[in-house]
């Protein structure tokens, strides 16, 4: 329970996000009080052993670390690593009747051999250098931007400096610059998958969420890079928490926050327990949940209702399965994002097929395996016998398929993609996954309807709402978290530059809050 009953600041939601803002806040000398709905914290940021009897820590939810400025880690003194992969992506493919694919990483040289072995020529790969050129050219120049107060389009434009990076990652659909750039269908697909992670959209979809989607999945770090998160991602949240607290702050969970009343000057947050109700008071609110919610707590009209689109596969397996194209190997295929059913052709059809009311035929997938990078996750036991994890991202699955009957969809949809996988291994995945204590196979899926009812993610969706270009939007302040009321800002993913585990709308929230104070002294 609070330890008493006024507050500088309370926080609603005790997710990765609002946890960084406690952890500032309380920092600067600031009392602090974090309400938690759930049994624990760090919302979808967190490690869990879904399997019965088996000692195996998985990110469930969120699984790379590519958005977290290191400025969050130094300021907060985080005790958190993450290691870098030094294969980038395995895409596999038939062509000529043979299984081949495209392995990008392990150095320039081995990159370039692989473009060819699977291209032809060169030409591939010197245009994926000259895009990602750009796109790392932008990152270096808009990534420092997010912890700062919200730029205007301009003045971003002008950080960019380049007119054709920003028209083609700012004005036009990403898929035009895909096709510039391109030819071949299977790496037009890779390049396009950034832009489609929990995102439905097509590539040329004129409402450019694809491009904004893009855009923070290739500036992350100031380089792009997606990296793993040592001990998983439950060790960012447990960082977190251990610096909130040591700074002061008092972190509640099993409180459900049900209302927030405020004149703009100061506010009264009434929560739940299993005891009953009880209300706290505060100077300033900060809400880490989505925008809807905060308009359910504060009585306010909601915004357009979000949507998902994304299946999340957790699995164990006793070994990796082998691989149809034998000149790679399974350890450096799998370390990496393994692209599935990504061709450019087949996510347009699977688009289609989904924006039709159809799952998709051959749902668009992507793997990767935390235990490869980082295998503490493990216990010795399992990584004596070689066991690995393997997490999947589905694309193009929308929580309206899902309506006529979640479990019906998951199975068939869960079925079906790892059929897609299948068909580029040497022996069924079935074989090589692991089983718990009482025999059964170790893997769990979630579908957008799962997400919203275990985490309240509106529809499913893993950003809150579409994601925003990280400048001015109408109707925001200074730092993209304000809201209507001038003492109640959003510090979740819905906030403008949210989404993905970043701490920037936690960051940007205590320094509203802190900068109101500064000129109020």
């Not at 992969?85 to 081949?100: A, F, L």
């Amino acid at each position: 329970m609070p330890a008493h009953e006024g507050y500088d600041a309370v926080i609603v939601g005790g997710g990765h996000n609002g946890l960084v803002a406690a952890a500032y806040l309380a920092r600067a000398g600031r009392s602090v009080l974090v309400l938690e709905r759930l049994g624990n914290t760090g919302g979808a940021a967190v490690s869990t052993r879904p399997f019965a009897g088996v000692d195996a820590r998985l990110s469930r939810y969120s699984y790379l670390v590519s958005l977290l400025p290191r400025k969050i880690v130094r300021d907060l003194g985080l005790d958190f690593r993450v290691r870098g992969r030094t294969i980038s992506s395995y895409t596999p493919v038939e062509r000529d009747g043979r299984p081949t694919g495209l392995l990008v990483g392990g150095g320039e040289r081995r990159t370039r051999e692989a473009f060819a072995r699977l291209t032809g020529s060169d030409r591939e790969y010197e245009a994926w250098q000259r895009f990602y050129g750009m796109t790392g050219r932008v990152a270096e120049r808009v990534f420092p931007t997010l912890t700062e107060p919200l730029p205007t389009r301009e003045e971003l434009r002008g950080r960019v400096d380049d007119e054709d990076a920003w028209r083609m990652l700012f004005e036009e659909p990403v898929g035009a610059a895909v096709e510039e750039y391109f030819a071949d269908d299977l790496v037009r697909g890779v390049v396009l998958t950034d832009a489609l992670i929990g995102t439905f959209a097509d590539a040329h979809d004129s409402s450019l969420r694809q491009n904004r989607c893009f855009l923070y999945h290739v500036i992350g770090g100031g380089t792009g890079a997606w990296d793993v998160p040592v001990g998983g991602m439950g060790a960012l949240t447990d960082a977190i928490v251990g610096a909130a607290r040591n700074a002061g702050a008092t972190i509640a969970t099993g409180h459900e926050v049900i209302r927030v009343e405020t004149d703009g000057t100061s506010a009264e947050v009434t929560y739940r327990t299993a005891d009953g109700e009880g209300v706290v008071a505060a100077r300033h609110v900060l809400v880490n949940a989505s925008p809807q919610e905060l308009a359910h707590l504060t009585g306010d009209e909601p915004p357009t209702p979000a949507e998902g689109a994304q299946l999340k596969v957790n699995m164990l397996l006793k070994r990796l399965p082998r691989l149809r194209d034998s000149a790679v190997d399974p350890r450096e295929a799998f370390s990496g994002t393994f692209h599935i059913a990504e061709g450019y052709e087949q996510l347009a059809t699977a688009h289609a097929q989904a924006a039709s009311g159809e799952l998709p035929a051959a749902p668009p997938s992507e793997i990767y395996c935390h235990s490869l990078t980082d295998p503490s996750i493990l216990g010795q036991d399992l990584v004596d016998q070689g066991y690995q994890t393997l997490t999947l991202f589905g694309l193009h699955t929308p929580a309206r398929l899902f309506e006529r009957d979640n479990d019906v969809v998951r199975d068939e949809l869960l079925k079906s993609t790892l059929a897609q996988l299948d068909a580029h291994l040497a022996e069924p995945l079935a074989d090589c996954l692991a089983t718990d204590a009482d025999g059964r196979p170790c893997i769990e899926a979630k579908t957008p309807l799962d997400l919203e009812r275990d985490l309240r993610l509106p529809g499913g969706n893993i950003f809150h709402r579409d994601l925003a270009f990280p400048y001015v939007q109408e109707g925001t302040g200074r730092w993209g978290v304000e809201t209507r009321h001038a003492n109640v800002l959003l510090c979740g993913a819905g906030a403008v530059r949210g989404g993905g585990v970043s701490g920037v709308p936690g960051h940007n929230a205590a320094m509203a809050v802190l900068e109101e104070a500064g000129r109020q002294g």
